[in-house]
């Protein structure tokens, strides 16, 4: 699918990512979802969600980067702009995720495909609020710098999706090649 370059085209992509990411998971059972991640030797490997151990991890990773839109867009909209990365974690944004990836050990993978599926609805719904040129024109917000809010959202749902579904794909073949 072409990059977005509207809103329609953006809202499109991110649902059509989306629904592939949950026909593939739907395609698994659940103890395949579960099942901890395999080391991997290949050179392909998804380094997006390196830190995780199984698909919960990397759920809840794409769930936490998608509350971190909704709070950049909400401190914009509430006159108080800051940086999508929160400080301390500015330069180093990996221990962000692994601070996160601790924090929901507990939560259990139905759990998490539910906060996901929540937090996917509310990632459409915000992108509404948006026009054209408030999505797809540089420096309209102050603190985008020299990229457009839709870039922001294509980074939390249509790039996260696709990679989340390259790393389920992987894990699949990783639990075949071992169960030989």
Sequence with gaps: MPQPTDKTSLLAAAADGYAQLKNQMD????????ADFLPSSSAKKCTTFEQGSNFRDVVMHIYE???????FVDNIRQGTPKDFIPEPYRKNYKEMDEVNRQRHQSIPLSQALGLLDQSHAEMMALIETFSNEELFNKKVFKVTY?????????????????????????HISQLKKASK
């Design 27 to 34: 395609a698994l059972t659940t103890e395949q979802l579960e």
């Design 65 to 71: 980067w998608q509350r971190l839109q909704k709070a």
């Design 146 to 170: 020299t990229t457009t809010m839709g870039a922001y959202f294509m980074s939390v749902t249509t790039s996260p999706y696709g990679q989340a579904a390259k790393r389920l794909k992987s």
